[in-house]
């Protein structure tokens, strides 16, 4: 059993940075896949970045429409997995959810492959 407590939502203009935090609370930390995903009001959720469990060169992914802008990272000291987000623009404004799975090496991109789930965290774009 994981869970899974984001932090770090609110409002910013367009061009501006934040940086959300999931802690997570259960064993084995760094077994687990982490991921952020995020659903914006009448859309489905969607994956905006991904973390593979820790090893040599932990592998990282991005959907397209943040690649370059959005860095995420994981601390397994700490059981925290964050998303540096830069250069926001009003269509990255959502929930933003962070999500484990133990799928090994694997960042799958469908929510359906995640088990535990954050509450969410809003984050506001202004043009």
């Known amino acids: 059993q994981v869970q899974l407590v984001e932090s770090g939502g609110g409002l910013v203009q367009a061009g501006g940075s934040l940086r959300l935090s999931c802690v997570a609370s259960?064993?084995?930390?760094?077994?687990?896949?982490m991921a952020w995903f995020r659903q914006a009001p009448g859309k489905e959720r969607e994956f905006a970045a991904g973390?593979?469990?820790?090893?040599?060169?932990?592998?990282?992914y991005y959907a397209d429409s943040v690649k370059g802008r959005f860095t995420i990272s994981r601390d397994n000291a700490k059981d925290t997995v964050d998303l540096q987000m830069n250069s926001l623009k009003p269509e990255g404004t959502a929930v933003y959810y962070c999500?484990?799975?133990?799928?090994?090496?694997?960042?799958?991109?469908?929510?359906?492959?995640?088990?535990?789930w954050g509450q969410g965290t809003q984050v506001t774009v202004s043009s």
């Open positions: 259960g064993r084995t930390f760094s077994t687990y896949t």
């Open positions: 973390i593979s469990r820790s090893g040599t060169n932990t592998p990282r």
């Open positions: 999500a484990a799975s133990l799928t090994g090496t694997m960042v799958p991109g469908q929510p359906a492959r995640y088990r535990y």
